[in-house]
């Protein structure tokens, strides 16, 4: 009857693994895979109870669906076997193809172990193929491919006809087997694509938030940004800058787009932005204005990098520092100099001087006089190149009540820091023959001649001791050994100028009457040098002058100048008071000290003082 019938129980398992298999595809998820795989062993394999365990990622297998009686399904759904115990079972079952099955017989031995089960009591097989509620029929789920890797087993218990499948039986839960173990990949490729999609349309919307944060940012920020091109032949090429840095500049974005900060860099600090352009950072810089003036600014830069590309482009961060920064100088020039007057003080005096000492002595020679300025002692004539002239700085001629004691001809003569430029000064002509005294031949441009700095060597070997190098680069102070005699050489003049009669204003005029005078007095020593000299307030009514590239003569012709310039009254509040002032002529050598200079020229004062007549000393 058996053998009658199996054609048609060969067509009728087909039809059902058909019609399960088909409802495989409709699930639309991993969980509703899962359990459409459980409730198609029931529908339509013919067993009562259907266990579906899904290996983890640990290894471990879960019971991820259960079909066939509720209480079963409470009891046991997501309970977890290890996966030591699951290879232990499907070692020892016997193999019906790639279905494992153990009997009653011998399952005994598995009560114990961790893996979840439902089973029922019942009486001993009547026959052979009976089943028996202790038989266990698994049937494992592998991945295709040649790995064959687990994914899952299912498990079966009571078929409906109370016996052990048949060949055919047997054959259709090994091909459900493999049908579920494609539905579930697909289920889980389905879910993790769906994973990654919501997890990329997140990152998307978090980048788009992000770009929208930075590009408010970017264009609210208070201080100025912008974005640059780093790298080919684009490179520092502004690609994007903010309002306020448009604002700072005076220039439109529009504009903008067509530079780059090399084009608006002050020429002095090129090299500061390069720097910090090719290494990120931070650095304090001046940038043009469309007015052409310049504004202090600190650039942060930040490198943005592409991890297989290299520098992308350059972020920076440009705030405005202009107010800071004259505070700075404010407080500098503060520091360094007189709050009064104006002039340099005794610390800013002494830094002058000090960098033009060296601890080295040497001694002058006709190589001092070409280093400075070129001139050689053969021939040297006081009235040309440099030398104070007598209608310039010398007494003859000089009327008091005129041009205000400047000397005869002397007009006007701009001044500013420790500085008198003949250029500036009208009545100083050196190429006009008209002039009584002047030589015709061109004065050199330092108006006193021969200037270490202008003409500095290059070079130091006119001043270098037997067994020093060539390579000493530091120009050397020397001084005139003739005393008052010119013998030609040229140096620094330290004209140390004590006022003299102050303290009589002082007592009889009080304080405001003296800082009146103080700073007349400055104004007028500051017009009577040149742009490069230097005249500093040393406190009190002591004041000292550098000045470079003189000799005797032009030093001693100077402090008659400035002294002159010094005598004629001074208004104040509608009051003429007059001071005097005593010259002591020091020089620069070095190998002194600026403290030794300073006294020499503060004893030769003294000694001047001491020597003059009373009623040239008296003021008031």
Known sequence: METESEPYVRLSTLRQLHQVVADLNTARSLADTLQTVADGVVAGLNY??????LVRPDGDLVVAAFA????????????????????????????WGDLRFIPHTEGWVLMEDDVPQWHTDGPAPRFEDEWHPHDRLYAPMYASGSGRELLGVISVDRPRNGRHPGPWGQE??????????????????????????????????????SEESFRQAFEYAPSGMA?????????????RTNDALCRLLG???????RYSFADLVHPEDIGTLLRTSAEGGRAELRLGRRDGTYVWVSLRNSVVA????????????????????????????????????????????????SARLCERPTAPGPAVEVAYGGYETPGYDSQRDGGYETAGYGTEGYDSQRDGGYGPGTGPVTGHDGGYDPAYDPSYDSGDPARPGHDPAPATPSGYGGSPYEHAPEHGFGFEPAGVGPYDHHVHTVAPTGGDVDDGTKGLAVLFCDLDGFKSINDRFGHHTGDAVLIEVARRLTTGVRDGDTVARLGGDEFVVLADGLGAADAA?????LRNAIIPPIRVDGRAV???????????????????????????????KRSRAKVHRRAG
């Open 557 to 561: 012709d100077l402090a008659v100048r």
């Open 306 to 353: 592409d991890t297989a590309d290299g520098p992308r482009f350059l972020l920076t961060h440009v705030e405005d520092i202009e107010e800071r920064k004259r505070h700075e100088l404010q407080l500098a020039h503060r520091a360094s100099h007189d709050a009064l007057t104006g002039l340099p003080n005794s610390a800013e005096l002494r830094s002058r001087l």
């Open 251 to 257: 220039r439109p974005a529009s504009v903008m787009r």
């Open 172 to 209: 259709a839960l090994q091909m459900y087997a493999s049908q579920s173990a494609i539905a579930i990949s697909n289920a889980r490729l389905r879910s993790n694509m769906q994973r990654a999609l919501v997890r990329l349309e997140r990152e998307q919307q978090a980048l788009r938030a």
């Open 227 to 239: 974005i640059a091109e780093m790298g080919g032949d684009q490179h520092g090429r502004l690609l």
């Open 578 to 608: 007059r001071v005097g002032a005593s010259f002591g002529i020091g020089w620069a050598e070095c190998g002194m000290t600026v403290e030794e200079v300073l006294n020499s020229a503060d004893q030769r004062m003294y000694v001047e």
């Open 68 to 95: 066939g009686s509720v209480a079963a399904e409470a009891l046991i759904t997501g309970r977890v076997g290890s996966r030591a115990s699951w290879d232990r079972r499907l070692s020892m079952a016997d193999a």
């Open 48 to 53: 009562e109870l259907c266990c579906v365990n």
